[in-house]
C-alpha cells in the first residue's frame, strides 16, 4: 500500500554531520523503540536497521517483509518518520471502489512521538531553526478517519465529512527551536492535526477524544502498539 505520511523534522544545517553511528549511538538508539508519551507508550519499531544516511527503527512483519512503518535518524541530525498501512473503507452497500482513508488520530500521535524522540535524542546537538515537514500524499477523494472516541467513523450513514479535495497535503512550520518539554511537543502535534482536519472542513479536534474516560485528550493506547 501507498505511504500514509511522512513527517520530518530538519535542523538548520543540512549539511553538518550531526552522529557518529558508533556503538554508543546504537545502545542510545536501542532505548527508543518505544517512546512514553505520558499516557500511554509509542511503539517506533522493533527492529535497528543501518542504511546510508541514516539509522532506522523499523516495524515490519519478518526480516524479508517491507517497512510497515519506520523512525530514522540521519547522520546530519535529520529525524523523520513515515507511516505505511494505508487503510480503504466501503462508503456503501456495492461501491466497486473503496476510498482511501486518513488516519487522524494515528498522524497526530505520531507526530508528536517526532518531535519528542528528536527532542530527547538530540538536541544538544542541533540547533535551530528547524522545519517540521508533514506530507501526506494522494489525498484526493480520501476519507478521514481514525478519528477519536465519540467522533462517526466512515461507513456509518451519518458520516457526514466530504472528502478531501486536494491531491496532496504538504505544510511546512518552522521552529525558532526545538520545544522546551513534552506538553510543548504535545501541542505542537494538535497544531499539525487542526490543519490536516481542517482539509476536510472540519475543526473540532476530532484527535482528541469526545467522549469516555480518556475524554478531552489524545488516546495513544488506540494506536501506539
Not at 501507498?2 to 554508543?24: G, K, Q
Not at 482513508?101 to 538536541?123: K, M, Q
Not at 500524499?137 to 466530504?162: H, K, M, N, Q, S
Amino acid at each position: 500500500d501507498r505511504m500514509l505520511a511522512r513527517l520530518l523534522l530538519l535542523p538548520e544545517d543540512p549539511d553538518t554531520e550531526c552522529w557518529e553511528f558508533d556503538e554508543a549511538f546504537w545502545a542510545q538508539l536501542k532505548q527508543y523503540k518505544s517512546l512514553n508519551l505520558g499516557n500511554g507508550a509509542i511503539h517506533l519499531g522493533h527492529q535497528i536497521i543501518p542504511t546510508t544516511h541514516a539509522a532506522a527503527l523499523a516495524y515490519r512483519h519478518g526480516n524479508d517483509a517491507a517497512w510497515l512503518r519506520y523512525a530514522a535518524v540521519h547522520r546530519n541530525g535529520m529525524v523523520e518518520i513515515g507511516l505505511g498501512e494505508r487503510h480503504h473503507h466501503s462508503v456503501a452497500a456495492g461501491d466497486s471502489e473503496t476510498p482511501a482513508s486518513i488516519d487522524l488520530v494515528r498522524i497526530v500521535g505520531f507526530t508528536w512521538a517526532l518531535v519528542e524522540f528528536a527532542r530527547r535524542l538530540g538536541s544538544h546537538r542541533t540547533i535551530g531553526p528547524y522545519l517540521l515537514t508533514i506530507a501526506l500524499p494522494d489525498t484526493r477523494g480520501a476519507l478521514l478517519a481514525g478519528l477519536a472516541e465519540g467522533y462517526v467513523y466512515p461507513g456509518r450513514f451519518d458520516y457526514g465529512i466530504r472528502p478531501c479535495h486536494d491531491e496532496h497535503l504538504l505544510w511546512n512550520i518552522e521552529l525558532e527551536d526545538l520545544p522546551a518539554d513534552i506538553g510543548e511537543s504535545q501541542q505542537l502535534a494538535f497544531r499539525v492535526g487542526s490543519r490536516i482536519e481542517n482539509a476536510w472542513g472540519v475543526r473540532q479536534q476530532a484527535y482528541l477524544d469526545l467522549t469516555g474516560s480518556n475524554e478531552g485528550k489524545l488516546n495513544i493506547r488506540a494506536f501506539g502498539k
